[in-house]
């Protein structure tokens, strides 16, 4: 019965246009509508026009009806009828308003909503030269954002990626392969790897799959070795100081203290260490796949820990790996042949040449380069130049060959202990010119190995210099490294060096500040420019460079020592006698 009536009430509006049905359309009711038996379909009608007209009346006993009731029924004329036909229509029309009123205030109050929302974000969100403490070096929309830490997270009790150092160092670009460990056979590390490329090595466990990370926590570390001694330093001191750092300082001092400082050009000190972790029982933890075995006799270990921003300069030497436990580590690596722009023997920090050489760099001239997750194990092929950056606390091990297996490499090794031996004070003159005279080959035999490296030119400069005091032609090689690499901080001082050699002043002093606009937080060109001037007789103007190396190093006592020399020589007292407490606490060991 409801389905039949619903179904009428659908069909409505065709009944003005049934013949059939006229005189319902023109507001008259037939009777034998209202007679029809109950059910019927006119019945059906006689119902459905009641309820229409909101008509309380119904058929009477006799079915008939008083004239007043058919009177106001039945409208006098066609366009009253019209008028109440409309009027009788008006709680269909009336809910159908409704409806789309609904529907269109709903569309309004949505539009409106988006738009107070997008005006609130454009007014309220602040600048991103604000929120950003540095710039985001590369592509964008490279950056992986979603690890990315507003509040201080821990794990294995040291501390994930700020975002502060998430914005500056995140990236998701990498082109360096990745193989599991069991995906990869010792045959295929030998043919593909060895000696040609880097390769990073994952773990279906993470770190669990070749240590216990349990071992590597900080409190258990701290429990274990927190009264041991560890050796830290600044990325590139460590380089100078030969690969470890040249501050002494116990564990404890170091994860509380010391590890959360920066120097002044914001980079946190960084452990390497060389005798700790063979010291440790860390090694009994390790179980690596058999092409990365180490050896005792064979192998060298160095201990990793650094916070956020902390890492190690370029740098390169014989075959290794360097497996991370916690923490993320962000590389940057170049093959023998091409040295990294800005050189080595360092002329920038790692945070340094990040923010300020590698944003510049053509297609041609930007690294091999990866970030490497927790527990992933990094090879670096023998001679590749590589530098580092950490992101959050990270502690990791690196395994390095201590002999060099390449012809490359073994030039190099040569020329490092051919170094050394030349710094031998109780060498006769003869001995010191014929071990000059090697030192010269080992150079000539590289370049002709590695043309265009220019370390070996840099290099190769150097050596005729000792040799034959020869600025002439050190000028000449040093010139071609300066002309492949414009950014190469120690070439520039070279070149200056043999200017000032050969009494060119102005030559030598226009490149120390050459140097100086290159990279202004380098201390070495502040050493090396302020005893340029000191021997010239400028004391004032020593005294203004040898300050500004206080204030980028202040913990190194020749700069104070030789700040207060030129001080007094210029006639300064007061100022020389300032200077000289800070050098005299430092040598008590009292700062």
Known sequence: ??????????????????????????????????????????????QLKLKTRKSKSSCTVNNTMSATQAYRRSPPSRENSK????????????????????????????????????????????????????????????LDTTNIQDTVTYIGGWRKGDRESELLL???????DRKYSHELTKADFERIYRFRKPVIVRFQDGAAGWTDPQKWTRDDLMEKYSVWDIASGKSHDIVRNGGSGDKISSFKDYITRIMGDEDSNNEPIYVFDREFYKDSALPSTINVPPYLEVKDKVDDSIFFLGASKSGVSFHKHADAWNGVVYGRKRWFLYPPQNTPPGGVWPGFSSLDWFQHVYPDLEEKNKPLECIQEPGEILYLPESFYHATLNIGDTIAVGIQKKDAATDVEKLFYQAKDTDYYLND?????????????????????????????TEVLCRLGFAVYKLNHSSSTAIEITQQALDKDPYFVIAILNIAEYYSNIGDIVKAEEYYLKAKDINPRNWQIYAD??????KLGRPK?????????????????????????????????????KSRQPALKLQRGKL
Not at 170 to 176: A, D, G, M, Q, R
Not at 546 to 560: A, D, I, N, R
């Open 1 to 46: 019965m409801f389905s039949r009536l619903s179904r009428l009430r659908r069909s409505r509006p065709n009944f003005r246009r049934n013949p059939s049905l006229s005189a319902l359309s023109d507001g008259t009711i037939d009777q034998s509508f209202c007679t029809a038996p109950k059910g019927s379909f006119k019945h059906l009608v006689w």
């Open 83 to 142: 008028e109440e036909n409309s009027t009788n229509e008006i709680p269909e029309e009336n809910q159908q308003s409704t409806f789309t009123a609904i529907a269109v205030t709903s569309y309004i109050f949505l539009v409106t909503l988006v738009v107070v929302v997008v005006l609130l974000l454009v007014l309220t969100f602040p600048d991103p030269e604000v929120w950003r403490p540095f710039d985001i070096t590369g592509i964008e929309d490279e």
């Open 170 to 176: 995140n990236s998701t670009y990498c082109n360096i």
């Open 425 to 453: 004070e109780s060498l006769t003159s003869e001995e010191k010119r014929k071990l000059s005279r090697e030192y010269v080959n080992i150079f000539e035999n590289l370049h002709r190995l590695l043309p265009e490296n």
């Open 529 to 534: 420019y302020g005893d340029f001037l000191a």
């Open 541 to 577: 103007d020593a005294a203004d460079v040898y300050l500004t190396g206080t204030k980028l190093e202040p913990g190194m006592v020749p700069f104070w020592a030789r700040l207060s020399d030129q001080q007094y020589k210029s006639g300064d007292i007061e100022a020389a006698k």
